[in-house]
């Protein structure tokens, strides 16, 4: 047989929004997840639900910053690009975005299987921040999209387990220290792009995870999965079994005919073949299965609300087409996590391709078309023998290095020794970002920044918070160690560790900040207030730092540390406190719309009602306004009676639009 797969680079010119720089401040305040579940709601809830939803979840984003610093400017941006293709399909893979699969075209038709988005347009959707749509994303983690999503992985060509050529994407998931990887390869006339997954623990102890894999598609189809129940869970945060395919009249296996986003995770009973399709009118679309491992299946509708369609439209470029989603799973919901024990792994087999049936009709008999249909085309024995070939593969070292991604796993693996076969995580990897914590592991002590600011991550893991607690304690080392302190949940011990440090430290305002940060978490919000104004004239009173540091650096400090000042003050009815801070940010931050609202809110506080709505009436953008938020439309209650304006109009709950 000759093989006829082929990876090569490529580069995608799109319209694109700058990322920025991430926030350079440590992510102490609360983690803000719309993905949370209300507690009246557990009662009745399965058992191995009702583990998974409480399996450690998430609460911090430490050790990763978030990703704040884009905006909506875009313009004509070249995006590296690796594509694998054989005869009959054509995926795109962005290894510096995440390793998203951004297209996949099933060539003999010419048709896009998936919702491409024309546009790269950051929005707060990620647990860190920065996300975009479209493609086939990985998420690993915790609840939510990955901090990776705008991050870059590792990518390297790898012998296919068919003797052909196999895409390898890796990187160390930082949130929960774990390795995976995903293996992309298109058997030789094969219609189905086959993703080999494998996540490890490699630590001594139990870790929970979580895996999704969403795949964006136009939102004109009708979504098919083998389930006559799901539990439906809307930005109310309320979770509930309902019947498939409708519920309260209405059939919302079609997304457009949700009203509100909303998920829907099917619940497919055991036994039954795993698999889920997104089919047009006409019979054409995309399916994708798995093996048993990937468990849960779910369809995401933004709904044919106005809060769900300005979504859309923030999301992409005007004359776009919507789309949803439907997802893969490690656990039934993505509410839950999933322990991995001590030193073992998990891993599956996904595939993607075209799938053509009638998806009309009476539910059972559209389904049953459907599975048999996918059955003739791609048999589930198929499936399952194809994954026993990949399993060795996995462990085969990387050839063709295509892209690197970040220096922490080589890091890791420094410390730990740890072997990871298939994934190597090579010194060479190691760079600025890493070098304070190599010396640590290496001399026991942190080396001092070479300015007055503390300039680097914090690492929070036990391993790392023991050897911060034994280096010599310098006011660097002191406000690191309160900082994983305050990670582990030893909160009184990190308010110490960070007031150690400030009578010594070069710049008081990051501890100030910390220690504001810990006020305002104790519900002491005069003091919190307090401590962010001293902490933001400390830093309109320092110089950038010493080690080369650009305006562009000291700016993101400013905007991230006055945001925040901002919103203390306004809480604690400082208002001529919150003004002064206003008037001493550079005019190319107030001129952001997050500050633009921020604007307006003080407007408010000081009575200034016209002035205030003048800023609306002007208008203005929030790049970065978060999944779920409310923030512009208590902004307008409190500002007039009046309809929210469209442009505005961002609500995804049907209690509030």
């Known amino acids: 047989m000759v093989v006829v797969t082929r990876i090569r680079r490529e580069v995608l010119t799109l319209p694109a929004a700058e990322l920025g720089p991430d926030n350079p401040l440590p992510a102490l305040r609360p983690?803000?997840?719309?993905?949370?579940?209300?507690?009246?709601?557990?009662?009745?809830?399965?058992?191995?639900?009702?583990?998974?939803?409480?399996?450690?979840?998430?609460?911090?984003?430490?050790?990763?910053?978030?990703?704040?610093?884009?905006?909506?400017?875009?313009?004509?941006?070249?995006?590296?690009?690796?594509v694998i293709e054989n005869d009959r399909l054509r995926a795109t893979v962005l290894p510096g975005l995440g390793g998203r699969v951004a297209s996949l075209v099933h060539l003999p038709t010419g048709r896009e299987l998936l919702y491409r988005n024309p546009v790269f347009q950051p929005a707060d959707f990620a647990l860190n921040g920065a996300w975009y749509s479209g493609g086939i994303e990985w998420n690993i983690g915790a609840t939510g999209h990955t901090t990776l999503s705008c991050a870059p992985l590792h990518a390297a060509r790898v012998p296919a387990p068919d003797g052909g050529q196999m895409l390898r994407l890796w990187e160390w998931e930082r949130l929960r220290d774990l390795p995976f990887q995903v293996d992309l390869w298109l058997p030789d006339g094969s219609d189905f792009l086959y993703a080999g997954v494998r996540v490890r623990n490699p630590h001594q102890h139990p870790v929970p995870t979580y895996w999704w894999s969403n795949i964006a598609v136009p939102e004109e189809v009708r979504v098919l999965a083998p389930a006559g129940e799901a539990w439906h869970f809307g930005y109310e945060r309320r979770l509930r079994r309902v019947a498939v395919p409708s519920y309260d009249g209405i059939d919302r296996t079609y997304p457009l005919n949700s009203p509100y986003a909303a998920d829907y995770f099917y619940d497919v009973p055991d036994g039954r073949r795993r698999w889920i399709a997104a089919l047009d009118a006409d019979g054409h679309g995309l399916v994708q299965t798995s093996t048993d491992a990937l468990r849960g299946r779910k369809l995401f509708v933004w709904g044919s609300g106005t809060g769900g369609r300005r979504w859309q439209q923030w999301l992409t470029e005007p004359g776009t087409g919507g789309y949803c989603e439907i997802q893969a799973g490690l656990a039934r919901t993505q509410l839950e996590h999933v322990r991995l024990d001590a030193e073992s792994e998990v891993s599956w087999l996904e595939a993607y391709g075209p799938l053509d049936t009638e998806p009309a009709g009476e539910w059972h008999g559209a389904v049953r078309r459907a599975g048999e249909r996918l059955e003739s085309v791609l048999p589930r024995a198929r499936v399952e023998e194809a994954y026993a070939l990949w399993r060795p593969a996995a462990d085969t070292e990387p050839g063709e290095v295509l892209a690197t991604g970040s220096g922490w796993g080589a890091l890791e693996v420094l410390r730990a020794g740890w072997k990871l076969p298939g994934t190597p995580f090579p010194e060479s990897t190691l760079g600025q970002d890493q070098a304070p914590w190599r010396q640590l592991l290496r001399t026991g002590s942190l080396p001092a920044p070479p300015g007055p600011w503390p300039g680097t991550d914090t690492l929070v893991a036990p391993h790392w918070r023991e050897l911060l607690e034994t280096a010599p304690a310098t006011w660097h080392t002191e406000y690191h160690l309160g900082i994983a302190q305050w990670h582990a949940g030893d909160r009184a011990q990190a308010v110490r560790s960070w007031e150690r440090a400030l009578p010594h430290a070069p710049a008081r305002w990051p501890l100030l900040r910390a220690l504001a940060v810990a006020d305002a978490d104790d519900g002491h919000h005069e003091r919190a207030a307090d401590r962010y104004a001293d902490a933001f004239a400390d830093l309109c009173a320092a110089g950038c730092p010493e080690d080369g540091g650009r305006d562009a650096d000291r700016t993101a400090v400013l905007a991230a540390l006055g945001r925040e000042a901002l919103e203390a003050l306004l809480r604690a009815g400082r208002t001529a406190a919150a003004r002064a801070v206003w008037e001493r940010l550079p005019p190319p931050v107030r001129q952001r719309g997050r500050f633009r609202l921020l604007e307006a809110e003080l407007l408010l506080a000081e009575g200034r009602r016209d002035a205030a709505r003048a800023v609306f009436d002007a208008g203005f953008e929030v790049a970065d306004l978060r999944e779920g938020s409310r923030a512009l439309d208590r902004v307008w209650d409190r500002l007039t009676g009046e309809p929210l304006p469209a442009r505005y109009d961002f609500r995804m709950r049907p209690d509030l639009a």
């Open 31 to 82: 983690l803000d997840e719309v993905h949370r579940l209300d507690d009246r709601d557990l009662d009745g809830i399965p058992r191995d639900m009702a583990r998974g939803l409480g399996c450690a979840p998430l609460r911090s984003l430490l050790p990763v910053r978030l990703r704040d610093g884009y905006d909506r400017t875009r313009a004509p941006r070249p995006l590296d690009a690796l």
